[in-house]
Nanobody, 118 residues
């Protein structure tokens, strides 16, 4: 099982980034996928979630209207489009997979750093 995030980097306030999470080793289309983030000295927090078929999404209040989560089950990949970035969005962003039905099974990626700074 592997979840590999990419697309992080340094961006100025107001800029955009697109994160990707490439999955392998499990049935991607049977898992709810989420993005979490963890800033220095803070707890990991849920940013956005998308159901297995992509029909429903949820967002943290802090990113609503700025971030968009999506997935392509044919490519086993999830995305996070981040617009109007703010310094407080600076964090390590993690990809998470949770099996939608049956016994609980959860996987994490290694994280990708996003830094918003002028």
């Amino acid at each position: 099982v592997d979840l590999v995030e990419s697309g992080g980097g340094l961006v100025q306030p107001g800029g955009s980034l697109r994160l990707s999470c490439a999955a392998s080793g499990f049935t991607f289309s049977s898992f709810v996928m989420s993005w979490y983030r963890q800033a220095p000295g803070k707890e990991r927090e849920l940013v956005a979630t998308i159901t297995s078929a992509g029909g429903s999404t949820n967002y943290a209040d802090s990113v609503k209207g700025r971030f968009t989560i999506s997935r392509d089950n044919a490519k086993n990949t999830m995305y996070l489009q981040m617009n109007s970035l703010k310094p407080e969005d600076t964090a390590v962003y993690y990809c998470n997979a949770l099996r939608e039905r049956g016994a609980s099974l959860r996987y994490w990626g290694q994280g990708t750093q996003v830094t918003v700074s002028s």
